[in-house]
């Protein structure tokens, strides 16, 4: 079992920045691709963000690309998302989730083969 409980969110201005972070417990965390979805009212969850087990390799939504930094500390078994220059669009419950088997990439294309889910934080971005 892996326990994920991701914190940082909040109200910002359009403009502005947040960090979320998602700490794990439970089973070994490097054995895990990581990543954050998210789900804006009335939508289907995306994909915004993933990272490797060691962290080298990202990958991330258009939507998001040049905005976000997704990054992990192996050592304090944690992953954060850096958002930069938030827009309303960007309103969303967050999601962390973790993957045994799956690379950043195929993490974003298969939601349904994630392990594990965090609870979510709300971000809200006001215009």
């Known amino acids: 079992q892996v326990q994920l409980v991701e914190s940082g969110g909040g109200l910002v201005q359009a403009g502005g920045s947040l960090r979320l972070s998602c700490a794990a417990s439970?089973?070994?965390?490097?054995?895990?691709?990581m990543g954050w979805f998210r789900q804006a009212p009335g939508k289907e969850r995306e994909f915004v963000a993933a990272?490797?087990?060691?962290?080298?390799?990202?990958y991330y939504a258009d939507s998001v690309k040049g905005r976000f930094t997704v990054s992990r500390d192996n050592a304090k078994n944690t992953m954060s998302l850096q958002m930069n220059s938030l827009k309303p669009e960007d309103t969303a419950v967050y999601y962390c989730?973790?993957?045994?088997?799956?690379?950043?990439?195929?993490?974003?294309?298969?939601?349904?083969?994630?392990?594990?889910w965090g609870k979510g934080t709300l971000v809200t971005v006001s215009s």
């Open positions: 989730a973790s993957a045994v088997g799956l690379g950043p990439t195929t993490m974003s294309k298969n939601s349904e083969a994630i392990d594990y």
């Open positions: 439970g089973r070994t965390f490097s054995n895990y691709a």
């Open positions: 990272t490797s087990r060691s962290g080298a390799s990202t």
